[in-house]
C-alpha cells in the first residue's frame, strides 16, 4: 500500500460548521503533514507531526486543529471557517521528519466555506 | 533567505516537442535538499525527483531529465519528447532546516499545456 487516503474529497461547509478532514496512510511512514492550497498558488504548510507529536505549527488559526491519534491517521478539525478558508486541503506523509526525503501526498480535499 | 523561484508561470508546446522547466534556487545552508513534484489536474502531488547538494550528476529516468548546477543555483527539469499526459503543474522545492523541524518550500509552479 503506497498512497495517502484522504477523505472527504470533496467538502462544502458553512461558517458555523464543525468538520473534520481525515488523512490515513498505511505505508509505516512517522512523519505526517497538512498544506493548504489556493488556485493557482503552491501549497503552504500548515502543520507538521512526527511520531505522533507536533512538531510544526505555521502560525495557523485556531479555527483549524489537527490530531495525530496514531501513526496511521491524521485529522484536521475545523471550526468557524472564514470564506477565504476554501482551497485543496492535502495530506502528506514520509518516513521520517528528515529534510532529504520525498513526500507522499494524497489527492486532497476540496473544501468550500459558504 | 531560503526561496525557490520558477519564473515560467505557463508553458504550451506541441505533443513530441521537448520543454524544460527553470527552477532557481537560494539558501544559506550547505546541505539541501532539491524537488520536483508534478500536480495533475486530479489535484495530488507525485514526486519525481530528490537530489542533495552535494551530488550534481545529472539524472535520466525516461523521458524526463535533470540539471542540476550548484554554480547557477539551479536545477531544471527536462520533459523529451512531451505527450498530453504530462500536461499539469510542476512544482520545485527545497528542504530546509528550521525551528521543529525540517520544512519543503515550494515555488509557484509552472503550468503545462502539452497539445496534441
Known amino acids: 500500500d503506497t498512497e495517502v487516503t484522504q477523505t472527504p474529497k470533496h467538502l462544502v461547509m458553512g461558517m458555523t460548521n464543525k468538520k473534520s478532514l481525515k488523512c490515513e496512510q498505511h505505508m509505516g511512514h512517522r512523519a505526517m503533514y497538512w498544506y493548504k492550497q489556493k488556485a493557482k498558488k503552491p501549497p503552504e504548510l500548515m502543520f507538521v507531526y512526527s511520531y505522533e507529536k507536533l512538531s510544526i505549527n505555521e502560525s495557523v488559526p485556531s479555527r483549524f486543529s489537527p490530531e495525530c491519534p496514531n501513526s496511521s491517521l491524521l485529522n484536521l478539525h475545523l471550526h468557524a471557517l472564514q470564506p477565504e478558508d476554501s482551497a485543496l486541503y492535502l495530506c502528506a506523509s514520509s518516513q521520517t521528519l528528515d529534510r532529504g526525503v520525498g513526500y507522499t501526498f494524497g489527492s486532497g480535499t476540496r473544501l468550500t466555506v459558504v | 533567505a531560503q526561496k525557490v523561484t ?53 539524472e535520466i529516468s525516461g523521458r524526463y531529465s535533470w540539471n542540476f548546477q550548484k554554480s547557477t543555483s539551479s536545477f531544471n527539469f527536462t520533459i523529451t519528447a512531451s505527450q498530453v ?15 521543529g523541524g525540517f520544512k519543503t518550500i515550494f515555488g509557484a509552479g509552472t503550468r503545462l499545456f502539452v497539445k496534441a
Open chain 2, 6 to 58: 520558477q519564473a515560467q508561470t505557463e508553458i504550451s508546446v506541441v505533443e513530441k516537442e521537448d520543454v524544460t522547466l527553470d527552477c532557481v534556487y537560494e539558501t544559506r545552508d550547505t546541505t539541501y535538499y532539491l524537488f520536483w513534484y508534478k500536480q495533475p489536474p486530479s489535484g495530488e502531488l507525485v514526486f519525481l525527483i530528490r537530489r542533495n547538494s552535494f551530488d550534481e550528476q545529472n
Open chain 2, 85 to 99: 499526459v504530462d500536461s499539469a503543474v510542476y512544482f520545485c522545492a527545497l528542504s530546509r532546516g528550521g525551528t
